[in-house]
């Protein structure tokens, strides 16, 4: 048994690999038990086990392995990791489990299987089960199969792939295994329950016995559709939602479910394709072309056969399809006509997609060929037909189908139209958009009209299908002039449809294709029309209501508004009101008269023809007025339009009445509803005048008008005809510039350029040059938005005016057209049917190319053209192309029919001659240009062939090529090339330059777009050929355009793609796949107005060749970054959504430089609340993963795209580490200049340096975290306070980093988290930190503990959450880490606590093993620091640094008094919540930062707790009684039931309602002021003093600005504060409880008190300030003074570094510490001189020597030379022992100070070192004998001779003599020259006269005068003074005086108070002084020599009283000569230096 106990003795996870079966089988045991225990899927134990489940499954011992199959399947079914484990676990269940005679063993293999796939590996799984079926033992085959099945059957075909088991079920039906046949008949059966007739076809050549056994089973299987009955993980919360929707709404979901279930899997998809064309016939091409039909007949049916094979391989079938063409066409036998027709048919279904790009060929032979009448040759038509519809799509032939809708033949017309209807079926909404239904509907309205009853029907029925497509909505439009019959039979007989897609199918397409438009009616409006037929839900009704309503009128009338059906923005039913008006009748003479004189006066219209000018003008005016007060409805415009024109009408000679004239006819066309009737009445009166010097503004200002109530299209058509039929130059040129006024006003969309090319060049011809000029802005204006395609039509102008012309649109260039101002709103509120808006200036684009006339070529591309382009000589194919190029150029703009062209052209691309091949890439080129959109037709072959030549190994052919495939792309979009598999095709030819071309291009083109076809796929495995391409351009290229493969495909689809790589190929695939995953960059969002139709655009992309320059020079001039909110502000909206940001970012790109100038983070105004908001409420991910994956990434970037610009963006999100650098670099320069930039990104950009953690590259890290130092520095700078989201989102990633290999970073890391102190409480790092300890990584769990250790540390156990109990049992389970690193973490981490709480600490780790517990006991033996009362330097994490991050934090930065009440407010409004015990434990700890920074959570915070029982403690409680015990929650045993209501009273003292804080404050004062009951106290000393300094920051901030409170309120809450400090600072055991942090706090809110002016000026408030006084003395005291020094010395150094506090807040500070050196004598043994020195050091190392000396005062300095000088006075050599806690001695020059003193004292003798140590006041004394006032003088003269200091003389001279005004200087004048006489009076009256100036200047900083003002009597005058107030001791005042002369020695001037600049500038400018005080000053120099008279009968009491280092000492005995001073003073000097 030896062994045994060996063994047992091991971990589990040795266990698991012993070589003893025993040994395993337990471990497996123990492991299965671990597992079942483990609760979270990613707890770092699963890790452990992560190599040993293979060993598990395959173990050798068949007893051993049933007991870790088991444990295998708990451990993929429950583990996070498992998924890594896939493939080899499963290859050893195939190879291991599956061969054992154990049934068990193999369900458990089997289980172990499918529970793989649930976690997502399914296609791992079913790679190695096939693997399997290759294994030469039976068992496993069969169990293989059985494995398939079982999964097949429970997880659905979706998940199991079928084709790869359909390609080797013949072979498992061939196995000589019995039972391998059976289980293969099993799994056919089971495949075919899921694709039913699908699975035929494959199977169709197994043996016929076989094929009957299944076909017989087949037919007993059940008809339902099978549903999976087990989901994947991903899967199942989603199931559980569709069941909990099904058992709400019935199974109307269920339905669509099974509706996308089961036609999943495609039968095509599973068969080989068949190679036909080298099986033709050799003859074949000949025989086709035969004489006879017999022969002609054999040729076809040798096709017929080859085409019946179900799938055919991709070639080139262009030769075989025109031959059918032919055949169809042109032969005269019927029956061959049928069988070409069926060739064509097999060709169609055989190739599918890729018989596309021949269809647009065959289509119009094949519908002009229905009049034939024989029913099989039309069937066989139809058929043919039908299947070539499937290969392509309605907009690629509806041109053709459209050209034959015209033809005479009434059986073409009714075929094409049952074809339509057909095809119709087959759309959704998405791919029938309205461009394409609109010209549909109108050739199928001629038809239902057609005298022929066949064609009507088919018209209706195709209308009828086309309704139930897209719904009543969109097609009622087009239906407006069909009568109601008509209407009634569509509806009819769209009821009859069956879609093909069924209803539902149709729904969900459109609703989804019609997501991206924002605000779409149209959808909305189709879907509630087919929802009205499923659910009876009437949503129409409503939806149709409203923009009728609000428009005025229905909206079907919208549409004739602009003639010949132009629509445009807003033509329709925003405008419906004219719609109605439009049609107004023309009235006669005499109802207009009688309509006016109903609503004008009847005098008016008696003058209207008066022949006196002036009854004609009062006339007018009258007229207006009438209809200035007209209502619109009430208006009759004809006939007041009418009464205006009639005699003299617009021959009115005298201008002032015509002026009125013109002005009431805007009027009426502004305010009426004004008729296109009315308008013809008077435009021909208007444009008579327009050029009319006086009249011709009021002409343009009515035509403007009219335009704006008619439509300009109209007008401006109207207008133009108009002034063209007149002679008049000047009306001519004026009429165009009203138009190019106009167009920019209303913009472009709905106008006719047509017609209007045709006035302008009219006009340029024109003799007149103002005509021509007019014309040429008017074509600038053109333009802007009809782009360069604008001069085609005037290149044949002469030479000089197309300079101009050019000139002109030079000028024009890089201008985006305005956004039009007018004729968008005038009858339509903001709500009008949106849907129609957005689509309709979609038309207008459109409408601008569409009315380009187009030359029809076709005629002139004869066959003896094209033979001579294939000619076999070179030069004869030259002129054919020359031919071709002329043709194309005379023609401009040409039509889509180009015949034979596209064949011949093709050819030439890959002529021998390269030269050829240029001229035929620049022929296709100017192709594409000329005909426009169109040319997609043309994708398919004749774009692809250009793809080709890409391949040539001529540099300069494959810039030609690239350069025509974007000028074809420009034109047609993207979706044409990348639909089918041309593109695949292309990409898979192993040509290295057609790769890197096409990849690059790829590159450039994907990014762009918003969505990719599905086929985009096929390209995948050719890209990863690419990846590992012997060319390393190759490679290069296929990275880059990796990510943009992704960014539409997905990861998920990119890794499933490597299934079919080798091993080695797949990893580095892999690896690329997660580097490019990282780098992914964000679809492009959709563009402004997103009017890109679900097609892709198809009319705006029309617009697009006009617009492309203009909108390259728009995105590149205008705004650095696309930003589609920007482009709609610019007006560039029509095209950026031609275009989806399609060229707009290649463009900037090139324009860099100029981009790059702008701010890098752009301030969007409550961004970060939104996005906060979005986070919150779900719209968007949490930032919260173990890796990154791409949909964050993607998140980010959408997020980033508005607040960063553009350029950075790019290199943030480069797949280069080395742009990732670059950027750091960037934001490290602008971190100082975009501060508020930074923090309104902050959550951005913290989160994307969290992405930078996950990057293996070691330089970017380094980086980041410089860049993460620099920012925490910044925002605590900014007093910044971070958000819970932007702490969630990155400390845990940042602590990630803690655990890093090498040192620097990890060093780094804890220094950012120092920092991160300073800007996010550290009691809300505790829990993060504390979460890091978890991970799985040594040294980051060791590192986290050290840093926790340190908050402890700096900031007590109030830092410890949730609480200390909880915290230290966790950390104290890591003393039995393995990791010795760990283990001693943990135990000084505890230890850290030990010295801070005590023996406490054992009480609060709970029980630990024994072996832990005598390491921790000797570890804190060892550290043998007796446990001091409260930290180090407990900063309670600056109180002033908080932030209102309330509702509006728009993150300005606001001052601490608005902050707190703001706090304290909210606090208030959100009490009442009463929390769980736990918290309330927390806020009885009164943590500060909580309840001070962080109000943006809910948490209850101290005040909460205080009120939510009010009404119940009104009494005083005293002892405790049942009901506060009931309110008051749990706490730890520590807590005595007296100790829980002292806990509950003192939180009631930082109450919001005074009255509660005074009540809770006398109940504590009894206490104190009873000796035996005081002891109570103890223990709650913080927690009282921390509610006490909350109250007063409430007063000071709160209180004390609130208006409607009494102010003895405030004084009597006062009052009770003070007295209660009095009292507990009396009993010195209470007293010396106080820990440093909170004394620091206190100490600030008492001077800060001492300080507040509305204080002094309360009634009572002098009285305050002295009990104030007296308080601070007490606590100096009485305090423990290791904690108060320290505590004073942080106060000092906080209130130094802060600009908000005034500079008197830094000197009382400083006099509070020179009280403290005053009683450093007695107290210097009871200090703990190590953390004095600790914190004098942390000062230094803040404030060097050289940074302490800019500051504008010398105090500073001053007061800690003098502190330093005392401790080495009294401690001597040994203070040098006493540097222990500093870690670093170097970082300050404290060590070097202390040496120095040491040095120094050592020189001097006891009498002198004690004097010099002195730097108080000087003291210059009357009993002294006269030669020192001597001596004063001479040294104050020897000043003012002196060049640098004689100001500083002459000011002490002024001084000197105000105050011994009886003093004599004139000895001292009398040796000295006369110039210097006068220069020393003179120099005294100035400063006289300055000082008077500056008399009455009130105080700064609200400090008192009576600081100032040391003649009052003592008490009075103490606000600032520390000293004691009874007689044995100096009175403060004397302090005071001493300062200030010390000041003047130093030639600081007292009038100038020094106000503290900020650091910043301390460093950098000098600072000026402000002034501050008044004219009290003048009082207290005078006391001052009084004062320094007392002050000598003090000096024997204060020995150790210092004065300033550079001033003399004198004592009663001294009565040395200046001599012996200056020596003295020499060596004082030097020992400073």
């Given at each position: ?5 060996e ?7 040795q266990?698991?690999e012993h ?6 089988l337990?471990g497996y045991?123990?492991?299965?038990k671990i597992?079942?225990?483990?609760r ?5 134990e699963w890790s452990?086990f ?5 060993k598990f499954?395959t173990?050798?011992?068949a007893v051993?392995?049933?007991?870790g199959?088991?444990?295998a399947l708990v451990y993929v079914e429950n583990?996070?990791?498992?998924g890594?484990?896939t493939g080899?676990?499963?290859s050893?269940v195939?190879?291991?489990v ?5 049934a ?15 976690i ?10 096939l693997?399997g079926?290759?294994n030469k033992n039976?068992?496993?085959?069969v169990?293989?199969?059985?494995t398939?099945r079982?999964?097949?059957s429970?997880?659905?075909s979706?998940i199991i792939?079928?084709k ?5 079920l013949p072979?498992l039906?061939?196995s ?10 099993l ?12 699975l ?5 050549n197994i043996?016929s ?6 076909e017989e089973?087949?037919?007993r299987?059940p008809?339902?559709a099978?549903?999976p009955?087990r ?7 989603l ?8 058992c709400a709404?019935g ?11 089961v036609p999943?899997?495609?039968a095509?998809?599973?068969l080989?394709?068949a190679e036909?064309l080298?099986k033709?016939?050799?003859?074949f091409?000949d ?6 039909w017999?022969?002609r007949k054999?040729?076809?049916e040798a096709v ?11 070639g080139?079938?262009?030769?075989l399809?025109k031959?059918?063409?032919k055949?169809?066409g042109?032969?005269t036998?019927?029956m061959?006509v049928?069988l070409?027709?069926?060739c064509l ?5 055989g190739?599918r997609?890729k018989f596309g790009?021949y ?8 519908l002009?060929?229905f009049?034939?009448k024989?029913p099989q040759v039309v069937q066989?038509l139809?058929?043919?037909?039908d299947a070539?519809?499937?290969t392509?799509t309605?907009?690629?032939i509806s041109e053709d189908?459209?050209?034959v809708?015209?033809n005479?033949n009434p ?7 049952l074809?339509?209807?057909?095809s119709f079926r087959?759309?959704?909404?998405a791919?029938?958009p309205?461009s394409?239904?609109k010209?549909?509907?109108?050739a199928?309205?001629k ?8 064609v009507?029907?088919a018209a ?7 309704l139930?497509?897209?719904g009543?909505?969109?097609?009622n439009?087009?239906?407006v ?10 509806k009819e007989?769209?009821e009859?449809?069956?879609l093909?897609h069924g209803k539902k ?5 459109e609703k989804k294709d019609?997501?991206p438009v924002p605000?779409r009616?149209a959808?909305s409006?189709?879907?509630?029309d087919?929802?009205?037929?499923d659910n009876?839900v009437p949503?129409?009704?409503?939806l149709k209501?409203a923009p009728?309503?609000k428009?005025?009128?229905?909206p079907?009338?919208?549409k004739p508004s602009?003639?010949?059906?132009t ?7 925003k405008r419906?009101l004219?719609?109605k008006e439009?049609v107004?009748p023309e009235l ?5 008269e009688?309509?006016?004189?109903a609503?004008l006066?009847a005098?008016c219209i008696?003058?209207?023809d008066s022949?006196n ?7 007018m005016e ?6 200035e007060?007209?209502?619109?409805t009430?208006?009759?415009?004809q006939a007041?339009?009418?009464?205006l024109?009639?005699k ?8 002032q009445?015509?002026?009125m004239?013109?002005h ?8 009426g509803?004004?008729s296109?009737t009315?308008?013809?009445i008077v435009?021909?009166g ?12 009021n002409a343009?200002e009515?035509?403007t008008a009219?335009?704006?109530a008619?439509?300009l299209?109209?007008?401006?058509e109207?207008?133009m ?6 002679k008049n130059p000047k009306n001519?040129s004026?009429?165009l510039?009203?138009?190019?006024n ?8 709905g106008?006719?350029?047509k ?5 302008v ?6 003799t007149?040059?103002?005509?021509r000029?007019s014309a040429?802005t008017?074509l600038?204006?053109?333009y ?8 085609m039509?005037?290149?044949d102008e002469?030479?000089?005016l ?7 649109f030079?000028k024009?260039q890089?201008?985006s057209?305005?956004?039009?101002t ?10 009008t ?6 689509d309709e ?8 190319v569409?009315?380009l006339?187009?030359?029809?070529i076709?005629d002139k591309i004869?066959?003896e053209l094209?033979s001579?382009i294939g ?6 194919r ?7 190029a002329?043709?194309?150029n005379?023609?401009?703009?040409i039509q889509?029919?180009i015949g034979?062209l596209?064949?011949a052209?093709?050819?030439?691309l890959?002529?021998s001659?390269k030269?050829?091949v240029?001229q035929?890439l620049?022929?296709?080129?100017q ?6 959109p169109n040319?997609?037709?043309h994708?398919k072959?004749l774009g692809?062939?250009i793809?080709?030549?890409?391949g ?6 494959r810039?030609a090529?690239?350069a025509t495939?974007n000028?074809w792309a420009?034109?047609t ?5 990348l639909?089918g ?5 292309e990409?898979?030819?192993e040509?290295p330059?057609?790769?890197?071309e096409?990849?690059?291009?790829l590159?450039e083109?994907l990014?762009t777009?918003?969505s990719t076809?599905?086929?985009l ?5 050719h890209?990863?050929s690419?990846?590992?391409d ?6 290069k ?9 992704m960014?539409?495909?997905g990861?998920e ?5 490597t ?5 080695t190929s797949?990893d580095?695939?892999l690896a ?12 492009p969002a959709?563009?402004?107005?997103a009017t890109?139709?679900?097609m ?6 029309r ?11 728009v ?5 650095p970054k696309?930003?589609p909110k920007?482009a709609?502000?610019?007006g560039v909206?029509?095209?950026a959504k ?5 060229k ?6 090139l324009?860099?430089?100029?981009d790059?100038s702008g701010p890098?983070?752009i301030v969007v105004?409550?961004g970060?609340?939104?996005?906060m908001?979005?986070e919150?409420?779900?719209k968007?991910?949490?930032w919260n ?7 964050y990434?993607e ?7 508005s607040?960063v ?11 280069d580490?080395?742009?990732?650098n670059k950027?750091?670099?960037?934001m490290v320069d602008h971190?100082?200049s975009e501060?508020?930039g930074?923090i309104?990104c902050?959550d951005?950009?913290?989160?994307w340096?969290?992405?930078?953690f996950?990057d ?5 890290l380094?980086k ?5 130092k620099?920012?925490f520095?910044?925002?605590?700078d900014e007093e ?5 989201n932007e ?5 845990p990633?940042?602590?990630?980093k803690v ?5 620097v970073i990890r060093?780094?890391?804890?220094a950012?988290l120092?920092?991160?102190?300073l800007v996010?409480?550290a009691?809300?790092m505790f829990?993060?930190?504390?979460e890091g ?9 060791a590192?986290?503990l ?5 908050l ?8 410890c959450?949730?609480?200390?109990g909880?915290a230290?049992k966790e950390i104290?389970i890591h ?5 010795n ?7 000084n981490t ?9 023996d406490?600490v ?14 921790l006991?000797e570890r804190i033996k ?8 409260a930290?180090v330097k407990q900063v309670?994490?600056k109180?002033q640094?908080?932030?209102?991050m309330s509702?509006?934090a728009?993150m300005l930065?606001?001052?601490?008094a608005?902050?707190m009440?703001s706090k304290l407010n909210q606090?208030?409004?959100m009490?009442g919540h009463?929390?769980?015990a736990q918290?309330?434990?927390r ?9 001070e920074?962080?109000n943006?959570t809910v948490?209850c915070e ?5 009120q ?10 005293l ?6 015990r009931?309110?008051?929650p749990h706490f730890?045993?520590?807590h005595s039931n007296?100790a829980?209501?002292?806990n ?5 003292v ?5 009255n509660?804080s005074i009540?809770?404050?006398t ?7 009873q ?8 223990g709650?000393?913080?927690?009282f003093?921390?509610?006490?300094f ?5 007063i000071y901030n709160t209180?004390m600005a609130?208006?409607k409170?009494e102010?003895d309120?405030i004084i009597?809450l006062y009052?009770c504060?003070i ?5 507990l600072f009396q009993?010195e055991?209470?007293?010396r409880?106080?820990s ?8 600030h809110?008492?001077?800060t008190?001492?300080l ?8 009572e408030?002098q009285?305050?300030?002295r009990s104030v006084?007296l308080?601070v003395v007490?606590v100096l005291?009485?305090?423990d003074?290791t904690?108060i020094?320290?505590?004073l010395l942080?106060?000092l150094?906080?209130?130094l570094l ?5 500079p008197?807040f830094s000197?009382?500070?400083?006099k509070c510490?020179w009280?403290?050196v005053?009683?450093l004598p007695d107290?210097?043994?009871s200090i703990?001189l190590?953390?004095?020195?600790l ?6 190392k803040?404030?060097p020597?050289?940074?302490?000396k800019q500051?504008k005062?010398e105090f ?7 502190l ?6 009294l401690k001597?050599p040994?203070?040098l022992?006493h540097?222990?806690m500093i870690d670093?001695?170097n970082?300050?020059e404290l060590?070097?100070h202390l040496?120095r003193m040491?040095k120094?004292?050592m ?7 004690d004097?010099?140590?002195?730097k ?5 004394d009357?009993?002294?004998s006269?030669?020192?006032v001597?001596d004063?003088?001479?040294e ?9 200091n004689?100001?500083?003389g002459l000011?002490e001279?002024?001084?000197y ?10 000895p001292?004048l009398k ?8 220069y020393?009076e003179?120099g005294l009256r100035?400063i ?6 500056k008399g009455r200047?009130?105080t700064?900083?609200?400090i008192?005068?009576q ?5 009052v009597p003592?008490?009075t005058?103490?606000?600032s003074?520390?000293g004691n107030?009874?007689g044995?001791e100096v ?6 005086e001493r300062?200030?002369?010390l000041r003047q020695r130093c030639g600081?001037d007292n ?12 460093l950098?400018k000098?600072?000026v002084?402000t002034?501050a005080s008044?004219?009290?000053?003048l009082h207290?120099?005078l ?7 007392e ?5 024997d009491?204060d020995?150790?009283q210092?004065?300033?280092?550079g001033t003399?000492t ?6 040395a ?6 020596k ?6 030097s020992?400073?230096k």
């Open positions: 048994m030896g062994d045994d106990s063994w047992m003795k091991l971990p589990v996870d266990k698991c070589k003893l079966w025993k040994a395993r337990s045991e123990e492991a299965l597992f079942q225990k483990i979270d899927e990613k707890s770092p452990k992560l190599g040993l489940i293979k499954v173990d050798s011992n051993v392995q049933l007991k199959l088991e444990a583990a996070h990791v498992a890594k484990t080899e676990v499963v050893g195939v190879s291991k599956f061969n054992q005679p154990k068990k063993a193999k369900e458990l293999g089997i289980e172990i299987c499918l529970m793989y796939i649930e997502e590996k399914g296609e791992a799984v079913q790679e190695e089960l693997k079926l290759d039976p068992k496993i085959i169990a293989c199969v059985e398939l079982k999964a097949l429970e997880f659905g979706k792939l079928l790869p088991i359909i390609k080797v072979k039906f061939e000589r295994d019995k039972a391998v046949r059976e289980e293969a008949k799994i056919a059966v089971e495949i075919y329950r899921w694709i039913r007739d699908a035929r076809p494959p199977l169709q043996n016995v076989q094929l009957k056994e299944l089973e087949w037919v299987l008809t339902g099978p549903k009955t989901f994947l993980r991903s899967q199942q919360e199931e559980a939602k569709l069941e909990q929707q099904q709404g199974d109307a979901e269920g339905g669509g479910d099974d509706g996308d279930e999943q899997i495609d095509y998809e599973l080989e394709a036909i080298s033709l016939p050799k003859d091409y025989k086709i072309e035969a004489k006879k017999q022969e054999e040729a076809l017929e056969v080859l085409v019946k094979n179900p799938k055919l391989e991709a080139d079938y262009a030769d399809v031959a059918l063409k055949v169809v042109k032969d036998n019927v061959l049928a070409a027709a069926k048919t097999g060709l169609a279904v190739l997609k790009q269809a647009g060929h065959v289509v119009p032979t094949i002009e060929k009049k034939e024989k066989a139809q058929e043919a037909i070539i519809f499937l392509t309605l907009q690629n189908v459209l050209a809708m015209d005479k059986t073409i017309k009714q075929q094409t139209s074809f339509i209807a057909r087959h759309c959704t909404a791919t029938l309205k394409l239904l010209p549909f509907c109108a199928l309205l038809h239902i009209n057609d005298s022929a009853p066949e009507r029907d209706f029925e195709a209308l009828g299908t086309a139930k497509v897209v009543e909505k969109a097609v439009p087009f239906l002039d069909v009568d109601k019959l008509k209407l009634d039979r569509i007989c769209s009859k449809v069956e093909v199918a149709g729904l969900s397409a019609f997501k605000g009616a959808s409006g189709a879907s509630g087919k929802d009205t037929k009876s949503k129409p009704g409503p209501k009728a309503t428009a005025g009128g229905p079907k009338k919208g602009a003639p010949g059906g629509g445009s923005a807003g033509t329709k039913n419906g004219e719609a439009i107004e006669s003479i005499e109802v207009c009688e309509k006016a004189s609503v006066p005098t008696q003058l209207l022949s000018w002036k009854e004609r003008l009062a006339c009258e007229f207006q007025k009438a209809v007060l007209m209502d619109r009430e208006m009759p415009c007041l339009v009418r009464m024109a009639k003299p009408g617009w021959k009115e000679t005298n201008f009445v015509m002026q004239k013109l009431i006819v805007a009027l009426i066309a502004q305010k509803n004004f296109k009315s308008a013809q435009l021909d208007l444009v008579d005048k327009i050029g009319d010097v006086k009249c011709g503004n343009k009515a035509m009219i335009a704006e008619c439509m299209p109209w007008t401006a109207q207008v005809s108009m002034a063209f039929s007149q001519q004026e009429t510039n009203w138009l190019s106009a167009i920019k006003e209303f913009g472009f969309s106008l006719n350029v017609a209007f090319i045709s006035n060049k009219t006009a340029l011809a024109a007149n040059p103002a005509v000029t040429i008017l600038g204006v053109m802007l938005y009809v782009g360069p395609s604008l001069r039509f005037f290149e002469k030479p000089a197309l300079s101009q012309i050019d000139a002109e030079e024009m890089g201008q057209p305005p956004a039009p007018r004729g968008i709103s005038k009858h339509s509120t903001s709500g049917d949106e849907g129609d808006d957005g200036p979609d038309d207008g684009g459109s409408d601008v569409d009315l006339p187009r030359t029809e076709s004869t066959s094209v001579k000619d076999k000589n070179w030069k004869i030259k002129e054919g192309l020359d031919e071709v002329g043709i194309i005379e023609a401009k703009f889509p029919n034979e596209p064949t052209l093709k050819g030439r890959n002529d001659n030269i050829l240029q035929t620049t022929i296709l080129q192709l594409a240009v000329a005909m426009g040319i997609k037709q994708v072959n692809i062939p793809l080709t030549v890409l040539d190994s001529k540099n300069n052919v810039a090529a690239l495939v000028a420009e034109q979009g993207m979706k044409e090339w639909e598999e041309d593109l695949s095709e990409l898979k030819k040509n330059f057609l790769r890197q096409l990849l690059g291009w590159a083109k990014p777009l918003r076809p599905t086929d796929i096929l390209c995948v495995p890209l990863y690419c990846l590992e012997r060319n390393g351009d190759v490679r290229k296929a990275q880059d355009a990796l990510p943009f493969f960014m539409h495909l990861y689809k990119m890794a499933k793609a299934g079919k790589l080798k091993p797949k580095q695939v690329m796949l997660e580097k490019a995953k990282a780098n992914m960059p964000a679809k959709a563009p402004a107005k890109s139709k679900p892709g655009g198809t009319a705006s992309a617009f697009q060749p006009a617009s492309a320059s203009v909108e390259d020079s995105s590149s001039t205008v705004e696309p930003d920007k709609k502000a610019l909206s029509s095209k031609g275009a989806p940001g399609k707009v970012p290649s463009k900037t790109s324009k860099e430089d100029e790059k890098i983070f105004p409550n970060k609340e939104q996005r908001k979005d919150k409420g779900l968007v991910l949490k993963f173990t890796t990154p994956r791409d949909e990434i998140q980010l970037k959408t997020q980033m795209s607040c610009a553009k350029w950075l963006q790019d290199e943030m999100f480069h797949s580490f080395q742009h990732h950027a750091l670099a960037v971190l100082e501060k508020e930074v309104g902050l951005l950009i913290l989160k340096l969290t992405l930078r996950f293996t590259n070691t330089s970017v380094m980041a975290l410089e860049y993460l620099l920012l520095t910044l925002l605590s910044y306070h971070l958000t819970e702490a969630s989102s990155f400390i990633y940042l602590i990630l655990g890093e290999p090498k040192d060093k780094d890391v804890r950012i120092n920092r991160m102190c996010y409480p009691s809300k829990p993060f930190i504390m300890t978890k991970s799985k990584n040594s040294k980051q769990r590192e986290c050290e840093e926790l250790g340190c402890v540390e700096s900031y007590g156990m109030n830092v959450q949730p609480t200390p909880k230290l104290a003393i039995g880490d393995r990791d690193a760990v283990r001693n973490a943990a135990l505890i230890v850290t606590v030990y010295n801070v709480h005590g406490q054992f009480k609060l780790i709970g029980t630990l093993s024994e072996k832990d517990m005598s390491m006991e060892r550290s043998a620091k007796r446990p001091s009362a930290p309670e994490e109180p640094r908080t932030q209102n509702s509006s728009s930065r606001k001052g601490p608005e902050d009440s606090a208030r409004s009490s009463p929390e769980a918290t309330v434990r806020e009885f700890q009164l943590d500060l930062d909580e309840i920074n962080d943006g948490r101290m005040p909460e707790l205080v939510h029982k009010l009404d119940d403690i009104f009494e005083p409680v002892i405790p009684e049942p009901k506060i009931a309110v008051s730890d045993d520590m007296t829980s209501t002292i509950f009273i003192i939180s009631q930082a109450s919001g309602d005074i509660t009540q809770a404050l109940q504590i004062d009894e206490v104190l002021r000796e035996d009951k005081a002891e109570a106290m103890s709650h000393i913080d927690q003093l921390i509610a006490t909350m109250q007063l920051r409430l209180h609130d208006e409170l102010k309120e009597k009052s504060i007295g209660n400090m009095i009292s009993i055991s209470l007293a409880e106080a440093t942090g909170v004394l620091k706090d206190l100490m809110g008492l001077i008190l001492m507040d002016s509305r204080v002094e000026d309360l009634e408030g009285q305050v300030i006084n308080l007490k005291e009485k305090s003074q904690n020094l320290s505590a942080v106060l150094q906080d209130s802060t600009t908000a506090n005034s008197k000197e009382l500070v400083m510490l009280r403290m005053r009683l107290t210097i043994n703990n190590d953390r004095i020195l914190d004098i050091h942390i000062f230094m803040v404030f020597k050289e940074k302490l500051c005062s500073p300095i001053r007061t800690l030379k003098t330093l000088h005392t401790l080495c006075k001597g040994k203070i022992d540097l222990t670093n001695k970082e300050s060590e070097a040496c040491m120094h004292s020189d001097q003798t006891g009498s002198k070192s004097k010099e140590t002195e108080g006041a000087s003291r210059i009357e009993k002294s006269k030669a020192k001597n004063f003088l001479a104050i003269f020897k000043k003012i001779g002196s060049k640098e004689t100001k500083e000011a001279l002024y001084e003599k105000k105050k011994y005004s009886d003093a004599d200087i004139e001292f040796n000295s020259s006369q110039f210097f006489q006068s020393v003179r100035v006289e006269m300055e000082r008077e100036g200047i009130p700064a900083a609200g008192s005068p600081m100032e003002v040391t003649c003592a008490p005058s103490t606000v003074s520390i107030t009874n044995e009175g403060p005042s004397v302090y005071l300062l200030k002369i600081l009038t100038k108070q020094d106000d503290r600049p900020p650091l910043t500038s301390l950098s000098p600072a002084p002034v008044s004219t009290d000053m207290s120099k006391s001052q020599l009084r004062e320094s008279r002050q000598h009968q003090h000096s009491l020995s150790n210092t004065h300033s280092s003399m004198t004592s009663s005995s001294s009565t000569n200046i001599d012996d001073l200056k003295r003073l020499e060596r004082i000097k020992s400073r």
